[in-house]
């Protein structure tokens, strides 16, 4: 079974540095790619970035230059580096496994629970 | 504003059916793979429809998905109240390189 543990959030003032885990068990890390999915209080889902199984990394332009996203595959673990944060990062963070389902079909899988980060002075 | 474009919110009485749409353009749902997700209140979306009109395993044949040209469609047969919750449809736009999400529907079953 599929799962997958985000943590690391909490409260932190504009301009500071967060860095969100998501551990994931019940399949080969390695051979998936991975995303990170916000969600602001009473708003919709948006995405924030993503690691293919090669390393290739993909972000929103919102967030460009300020989040980074990493795997370590021998911790099974996802990391977002997320530096320079502004109060519209206030959201929930969920991580998802990102299935391959034909050339060029993707969708997200698996999900996690979410992590709750909130920026505020 | 999203790059896919859900009705706010729909509504049927239990045993209905109810459809909701998501529109876009032919480089996010026209080129790509549509796939829809329900999100109860306070919990982690789950994947209902990949590959525009596939179910994962668990999920039941009340729920159907269908794209034509820049549009798709999700269907919800047989409405109970547990089907409430917000849908959202999303895609990787490939010639982006990002992941789009449309801004989700609230479906309430009156």
């Known amino acids: 079974e599929v799962q997958l543990l985000e943590s690391g959030g909490g409260l932190v003032q504009p301009g500071g540095s967060l860095r969100l885990s998501c551990a994931a068990s019940?399949?080969?890390?390695?051979?998936?790619?991975m995303t990170w999915v916000r969600q602001a209080p009473g708003k919709g889902l948006e995405w924030v970035s993503a690691?293919?199984?090669?390393?290739?990394?993909y972000y929103t332009e919102s967030v460009k230059g300020r989040f980074t996203i990493s795997g370590d595959t021998s911790k099974n673990t996802l990391f977002l580096q997320m530096n320079s944060l502004r109060a519209a990062d206030t959201a929930v963070y969920f991580c998802?496994?990102?299935?391959?389902?034909?050339?060029?079909?993707?969708?997200?899988?698996?999900w996690g629970q979410g992590t709750l980060v909130t920026v505020s002075s | 504003q999203s790059v896919l474009t859900q009705p706010p919110s729909v509504s049927a009485a239990p045993g209905q059916k109810v459809t909701i749409s998501c529109s876009g353009s032919?480089?996010?749902?026209?080129?790509?793979?549509i796939s829809w997700y329900q999100q109860v209140p306070g919990t982690a979306p789950k994947l209902l429809i990949y590959?525009?009109?596939k179910r994962p395993s668990g999920i039941p044949d009340r729920f159907s998905g269908s794209k034509a040209g820049t549009s798709a469609t999700l269907g919800i047969t047989g409405l109970q109240t547990g089907d409430e919750a917000d849908y959202y449809c999303?895609?990787?736009?490939?010639?982006?390189?990002?992941?789009?999400f449309g801004g989700g529907t609230k479906l309430t079953v009156l």
């Open positions: 998802a496994k990102v299935l391959e389902c034909g050339d060029n079909c993707y969708c997200l899988e698996s």
């Open positions: 019940g399949f080969t890390f390695s051979s998936y790619a």
């Open positions: 690691i293919s199984g090669g390393g290739a990394t």
């Open positions: 032919s480089s996010s749902i026209g080129n790509n793979y």
């Open positions: 590959d525009n009109n």
């Open positions: 999303g895609t990787w736009e490939s010639s982006l390189s990002v992941w789009v």
